[in-house]
């Protein structure tokens, strides 16, 4: 098909050079990149507006916009042949663009760890490999796996030193219209390429946390991913693995840490500690904070407390504990894990490091905190009790590894029983948890402008819509993408949530970084921003008529006290998720502050910590806990 260019500018996102559009001859409208383009080195400056074209459509029936295939200037400023890496193949794979995406800048970083006196730039990589792909032979690819873990390796046209051929890993599903994504080599069965292949990591958790490390850093999100790529580009010679605190093999670790290049003040490198858990991306390793050497257990998520200090929680402890305390759902829906009990205690013991309130008798052996809960029987406070573990100094563990010092001994009322006594007569009564000063602070005032009417809080857009999409449904980001190809290219892609909200967290991130996003970014945010507006407005005006479905709750966290309000991005007649906000005082006005949207489970979570919430919208059994 042919048509006119009607459009071409410079594109901000990183991924393409330029993008426009095409005025076709059949009446419609088809949107490009560099990516749609035959000639992938194409230049703005050698694309001009009312220039002829010809291209190819993969499915001509689609409707609205449509990103063509292999677009050519026709007349003078056509090219007079095409790159020889863009000419049929003697394989059966077809065109290389076709085939697969290669992220060319962590090639090109984990080629210079094995090609002596490399120095090619990124586009030079690029045609490289795309002329010995041109070479290649049905044989030469090499596929196994299936599903998500599918994978096809093929001589990349790079060899080491001694001649051994450089081979290029390729994924499925990790970018659009193509069915390969390659940001790894591999040298005789050894990967090379970006870690965040081994671990899955959220890049504003990542950036949040080595901030709190170093206040001084003031790097990007995005400059920091890339320090951390450079760093582990050879992954096997830098990555610790660990097994309560001993060196071992990936398959045998509980524990990843994963190096940054980045250096606390004393010359500690900074790590990021990943655990193995079940998440959105399935059963692997997952960021949780960062950390060094001799950092103590207190640089870790707050979670994590209560189990570097003094071990895991076992379930029959929690169940003795249930046992103990007044009867109440301590476990989300049909299951029965505890695991709203195990972290009520997990952010309690938090908050009662922070406050000073652990108790321990003079000799340091024994330990206690206040619980908050009540003793069934008697309503008297039950408290954890603690002895100091047995002296490990002939079993060193590794430096970045916290040992465990104290072990829970069980939960007790003051006198009762051996660890009663221990409790009274040795450690004493450590103070129970408190959130709140005042009464005042549980209760939500409405507040009116100048017209009585509903003041809608502030709050922040670019967190909720981009930095924690994962906490929104895909609906709402559909309901929005009509006008924007890209964004429904991801939502109709057969890649994972989770790889859709990644994939929508770096579409959008340009209004983050440059706050200069291209036309298509641009509209789509404003959309989105006005759909989040009207969402949050409908849930205060909502609780003009009833007040009390405002929970009160404690943010572990940020250790204040703030409010939970139901809102409902899918089914206006039923909350799916909740904001956290707060209430601050300025001149004798209360400043109302919603700071981020939550899942269901969260929320029950932090107003547990208070007492057992209430109300109608949040429920225990009810609640789904999946969500990560």
Not at 436 to 463: C, K, M
Request: proline fraction near 4%; glycine fraction near 6%.
């Amino acid at each position: 098909m042919r048509g006119t260019i009607r459009k071409i500018d410079e594109n901000k996102d990183e991924r393409f050079k330029f993008y426009g559009e095409i005025a076709g001859e059949d009446g419609r409208t088809y949107r490009f990149n560099d990516y749609n383009w035959a000639d992938r080195e194409a230049r703005l400056e050698d694309i001009q507006l009312d220039q002829e074209v010809e291209f190819e459509l993969k499915d001509p029936t689609t409707r609205g916009y449509v990103y063509p295939k292999n677009i050519r200037l026709l007349g003078s400023h056509a090219p007079q042949s095409i790159p020889k890496k863009y000419t049929p193949s003697s394989h059966s794979h077809g065109l290389f663009q076709d085939f697969v995406f290669i992220n060319t800048d962590i090639i090109s970083m984990a080629l210079k760890e094995v090609v002596p006196g490399f120095s090619e730039a990124p586009n030079s990589v690029f045609r490289t490999i795309a002329t010995s792909y041109n070479d290649l032979q049905d044989a030469d690819f090499h596929f196994s796996g299936s599903g998500r873990s599918e994978s096809v390796n093929f001589p990349s046209g790079y060899e080491t030193a001694d001649g051994d051929p450089i081979l290029l890993h390729c994924t499925r599903n990790k970018f659009e219209n193509i069915p390969w994504y390659s940001d790894q080599v591999i040298i005789e069965g050894k990967k090379l390429g970006s870690i965040f292949n081994v671990f899955d990591g959220n890049w504003y958790d990542i950036e949040q946390s080595i901030s709190e490390i170093l206040s001084e850093c003031k790097d990007s999100a995005q400059d920091i991913v890339r320090a951390i790529e450079q760093r582990c580009v050879n992954a096997e010679e830098v990555l610790v693995y660990l097994d309560h605190g001993q060196t071992c093999s990936a398959e045998e670790a509980d524990e990843l840490y994963v190096p940054t290049g980045y250096f606390t003040a004393d010359g500690q490198e900074i790590y990021l500690l990943c655990t193995k858990r079940k998440g959105t991306r399935g059963y692997g390793w997952y960021f949780n904070s960062a950390t060094y050497a001799g950092a103590g257990y207190k640089i870790f998520d707050k979670k994590l407390w209560l189990e570097k200090w003094s071990g895991g929680l076992e379930y029959d402890m929690l169940q003795d504990l249930a046992n103990q305390t007044l009867i109440e759902q301590w476990s989300f829906g049909e299951k029965e894990n505890f695991g709203i009990l195990r972290s009520y205690l997990q952010y309690t013991f938090s908050h009662q490091v922070q406050k000073n309130n652990i108790g321990y008798d003079t000799s340091g052996q024994y330990a206690a905190f206040n619980t908050g809960l009540p003793d069934r029987n008697t309503y008297k406070y039950l408290y954890a009790v603690f002895e100091q573990t047995e002296d490990q100094a002939g079993r060193p563990s590794h430096p970045l590894y916290y040992q465990q010092s104290y072990v829970l001994k069980g939960f007790a009322v003051p006198g009762r029983g051996g660890l009663g006594k221990v409790l009274s007569e040795k450690i004493g009564l450590p103070k129970p948890p408190e959130y709140f000063e005042t009464r005042a602070e549980t209760v939500w005032q409405l507040g009116f402008n100048d017209s009585n009417q509903i003041t809608i809080p502030e709050y922040d857009d670019t967190h909720i819509l981009i930095q924690r999409c994962e906490r929104i449904p895909l609906d709402f980001y559909r309901n929005q993408a009509n006008n924007s190809p890209q964004m429904l290219a991801i939502l109709d892609s057969d890649d994972s949530d989770a790889e859709k909200y990644k994939k929508i967290r770096d579409l959008l991130k340009p209004v983050v970084i440059d706050h200069q996003p291209n036309a298509e970014i641009t509209n789509v945010y404003r959309q989105l921003q006005n759909a989040l507006e009207n969402v949050i407005g409908m849930a205060v005006k909502k609780l003009a008529w009833n007040w009390r479905a405002v929970v009160p709750c404690y943010n572990p966290e940020l250790e204040e006290s703030c409010f939970l309000l139901p809102v409902s991005f899918s089914n206006f007649e039923k909350p799916d998720r909740a904001m956290i906000a707060s209430c601050n005082q300025t001149n004798q006005n209360n400043i109302y502050t919603i700071h981020t949207v939550i899942f269901l489970n969260w929320a029950y979570l932090d107003a547990r910590l208070i007492c057992r919430p209430e109300s109608e919208w949040l429920v225990a059994d009810k609640i789904n806990d999946e969500e990560e």
